[in-house]
Nanobody, 116 residues
Framework: VQLQASGGGLAQAGGSLRLSCAAS????????MGWSRQAPGKQRELVAIITSRGSPNYADSMKGRFTISRDNTKNTVYLQMNNLQLEDTGVYYC???????????WGQGTQVTVSS
């Protein structure tokens, strides 16, 4: 499974960005997909995940601001980020769980920078 993330960049506080992550390879064996992020000097943390049936779960600090969605026909997961805050700055990593092996795959990361 290969994951290719895109859509990061620079946004002002209060602005929006949309991340995309396309899966290739053995994508038919993917169950949950999602996003984690790592801020400078901090550990990687879960942002949101979505099941193969489209059921989302969010970290508490993202609820109401971020929306995760998934298009199984395109093997792509999206993260719509609204009302961005300075603390949302970091590298965002796409993640996908293999339904058979339980292995967690990671994308290469995309930088999100929020400025005041």
């Amino acid at each position: 499974v290969q994951l290719q993330a895109s859509g990061g960049g620079l946004a002002q506080a209060g602005g929006s960005l949309r991340l995309s992550c396309a899966a290739s390879g053995s994508h038919s064996s993917i169950s949950n997909m999602g996003w984690s992020r790592q801020a400078p000097g901090k550990q990687r943390e879960l942002v949101a995940i979505i099941t193969s049936r489209g059921s989302p779960n969010y970290a508490d600090s993202m609820k109401g601001r971020f929306t995760i969605s998934r298009d199984n026909t395109k093997n792509t997961v999206y993260l719509q980020m609204n009302n961005l805050q300075l603390e949302d700055t970091g590298v965002y990593y796409c993640r996908a769980l293999h339904s058979t092996t339980g292995r967690l795959y990671w994308g290469q990361g995309t930088q999100v920078t929020v400025s005041s």
